[in-house]
């Protein structure tokens, strides 16, 4: 399957394969919270899961794993992880508030370790009660530790997460320390932990010397950790409003974790109690768990809680806003919303920063308004925001291009995205899906479910396999204030009306455990993923039949002939299989014998029986001819890449890159002219890190 080659100069890696040669079963790695950097909320490669088989009867509980500690941070899913004397597995990965860090079989509790693969723990928890007394004790009883959802770079293996630890229990003499653990083992990386330390000019309520400094005891890492460009990014908040506090973004080197003191951005460092009151500052960094969204410049968009706001006056304070910050050479503010009633919302605790924003893709842009963000706090005012002029502040109208009072109840979560609808649920509301075209969004949803959920932190996931069998799942926690159980809960994403599952039909045998709150049901590979305290719950399709395996695996190349041989473990099954790419189905050829393949295709196989639910589809590509290769990399004094590549004269192929091997963008598609031809792309001059890969297409 293509293979990884040189060019590390300038930190540029190029990768060659091709389209589809892979022999998995569409499985989705989830590397960072809400499944990519846009945070939408959208796994389209989910082929399992559909409206037709998720309901009472087929879909259930699997199994709980039991944790340590409460479970706030969304689980991640890597697939093929080779573990160390125990062979190939899919791995889901849980962190709790008791600063352990576990890694499980994703799909089977099956085992003499009950499908623990491993585990470690990174320190001693802080107890919460000795945290956050302005408004309560902090909703993360009894300890804290992990909150913010980790970060997995694939190109390394390695997991990055934020811990909250201190050398003595019982006190508050705690720092945030960053961690990077090998995913195969849980070992830490020779750099690693390091003690997060940071500091930005300001003259506010806290400054020294005209210096603010990062206080690890009055801030919690909620937002999930962010790669992007070669930086590491870790935000911050408060605890319980605690003062005196701010919103902190920090970067480090995601390769060392040697922090980059020009990587640093701090909300309000220059608001004083003589121009704000005695809570001068604040404007914290939580987003409810959301992370902050990237976009393919690798500028970073945030919400902002509470706090001081001068910005429209260059105080340089952002409290209740959306903020853009460029990355280019140092973290700087590039523009920012703040709606016009801003002062209203920080002095009536009406957060706009209680929920996240999601970048949305330029489909549902316009001509004058490509580049959208969306997002909506505690007063349920969706804001559709131009990320290329988000409009800043006047304060009797809101300059953005889209303003939806009252469209919903009030956020503590982000929305997602799928297929030109926005989904939102807010507390003590039911979920509402509104269309979004040519930069509108619509103002009455064009469907929304039945059931209303209290409590508060609300955050859908949809699942599709690219444009059909989408469902919308989302965790109704508001049995977290009486230790109830959390219900998860999937609709019909195209119609919420249509409730087709929900964990209390049979709570006997679906109870996924006590909830906490801000859950996100997490989808992969046929799974979902429930958090709660002390426990991650799986659940999936029951009596489900084993996946076909095809051999050889896919990503070969042949000159002649090739030979495939299916088999499948399930006793009474039989198998089907396509040559053509299309879905099996029991029409489809009987697999009774290995069959030859004569001609570039891709294998899918699936398997069948009576009372069982059909098993996950196999893939595999074989490819007539020769694998594409590139031979050098040139990278010039002004750091444009030059790509001398060999393939087959007349054959297309696409260049491809990315800054974190999870989000890839065309660069150009290409009918090579000759066996040996260049490709280049001048625009990596604006990144300081970028993968290429190399695409035959069909």
Not at 509 to 531: C, E, F, I, T
């Amino acid at each position: 399957m293509g293979k990884l080659i040189g060019a590390r100069a300038a930190a540029i890696l190029a990768w060659v394969g091709v389209v589809g040669a892979s022999a998995t079963c569409s499985a989705q790695n989830v590397l960072t919270y809400q499944y990519d950097n846009t945070r939408d909320g959208a796994n389209t490669n989910e082929v399992l899961l559909t409206p037709s088989n998720v309901n009472l009867t087929n879909f259930g509980r699997l199994f709980t794993y039991l944790v340590d500690g409460y479970v706030y941070a969304e689980p991640l899913y890597v697939s093929k992880v080779a573990i160390p004397g125990q062979g190939t597995h899919n791995v889901v990965f849980v962190t709790t508030e008791n600063d352990s860090v576990y890694a499980f079989d994703a799909d089977s509790n099956a085992g003499g370790d009950g499908g623990l693969l491993w585990q470690t723990n990174l320190g001693i928890a802080a107890e919460s009660i000795l945290f956050g007394v302005r408004y309560h004790h902090n909703v993360l009883n009894p300890l804290i530790g992990i909150t913010g959802t980790p970060v997995i770079d694939a190109a390394s293996g390695t997991l990055d997460v934020d811990v909250f630890s201190g050398t003595v229990a019982d006190t508050t003499n705690c720092v945030h320390r960053i961690h990077a653990l090998e995913v195969a083992t849980g070992a830490e990386r020779t750099y690693s932990p390091v003690v997060v330390q940071a500091s930005v000019p300001g003259t506010g309520v806290d400054a020294t010397n005209g210096v603010v400094t990062f206080v690890p005891q009055n801030h919690m890492n909620r937002p999930a950790l962010t790669l992007a460009g070669g930086v590491l990014y870790a935000a911050y908040g408060s605890y319980g409003d605690t003062d005196s506090y701010h919103g902190w973004v920090i970067g480090f080197n995601a390769t060392n974790l040697q922090p980059l003191t020009n990587y640093v951005f701090a909300t309000t460092p220059n608001a004083t109690t003589n121009a704000f009151g005695v809570n001068a500052g604040e404007g914290a960094l939580w987003m409810s768990g959301d992370g902050l969204c990237v976009d393919a410049a690798n500028n970073l968009y945030l919400e902002s809680g509470n706090g001081s706001f001068s910005a429209y006056t260059n105080g340089g304070d952002y409290g209740d806003s959306f903020v853009k910050l460029s990355s280019s050479n140092q973290l700087a503010v590039a523009d920012y919303f703040a709606p016009s009633n801003q002062n209203s919302m920080a002095l009536n605790d009406e957060d706009l920063g209680s929920g996240g924003p999601i970048l949305l893709p330029d489909a549902v842009g316009s001509v004058a308004h490509p580049h959208l963000l969306v997002g909506a706090g505690k007063e349920g005012t969706i804001y559709l925001v131009d990320r290329d002029n988000m409009g800043q502040f006047n304060p009797t109208q809101n300059n953005i291009v889209q303003t939806l009072p009252g469209a919903i109840r009030g956020v503590w979560g982000s929305p997602a995205y799928f297929n030109n609808l926005l989904f939102y649920q807010g507390v003590g509301d039911v979920l509402k899906a509104f269309r979004i075209t040519n930069a509108v969004i619509g103002t009455t949803p064009v469907s929304q479910s039945t059931t209303r959920f209290g409590g508060v932190g609300y955050t859908p996931s949809i699942s599709a396999n690219g444009t059909t069998s989408a469902i919308a799942w989302v965790d109704d926690t508001d049995g977290f204030s009486s230790n109830g159980p959390s219900v998860l809960h999937a609709y019909n994403a195209t119609n919420l009306a249509q409730e087709l599952y929900n964990s209390s039909q049979n709570l006997l045998r679906d109870n996924p455990g006590p909830a906490v709150k801000y859950a996100v049901p997490m989808v992969a590979n046929g799974k979902v993923y429930v958090r709660g305290e002390y426990t991650l719950s799986v659940f999936g399709l029951i009596n489900l039949i084993d996946t076909p395996v095809i051999s050889p695996d896919g990503g070969v190349f042949f000159t002649n002939l090739v030979t495939v041989a299916l088999s499948d473990g399930t006793a009474g099954a039989t198998t089907h299989y396509t040559l053509d790419n299309t879905l099996p189905t029991t029409n489809s050829p009987l697999y009774d014998r290995p069959f030859v393949v004569t001609n570039t295709a891709t294998v899918k196989a699936r398997a069948f029986e009576s009372g069982f639910n059909d098993s996950a589809v196999a893939s595999a590509s074989f490819i007539l001819g020769s694998a594409p290769q590139v031979s050098s990399v040139t990278i010039s004094s002004s750091h444009s890449v030059l790509l001398s590549c060999s393939g087959i004269s007349g054959q297309r192929y696409v260049l491809q890159a990315s800054v974190d091997l999870m989000n890839w963008i065309a660069l150009s598609t290409n009918v090579a002219a000759a066996n040996q031809f260049d490709l280049s792309d001048p625009t990596a001059t604006n990144y300081s890190d970028r993968f290429y890969r190399l695409l035959e297409l069909p």
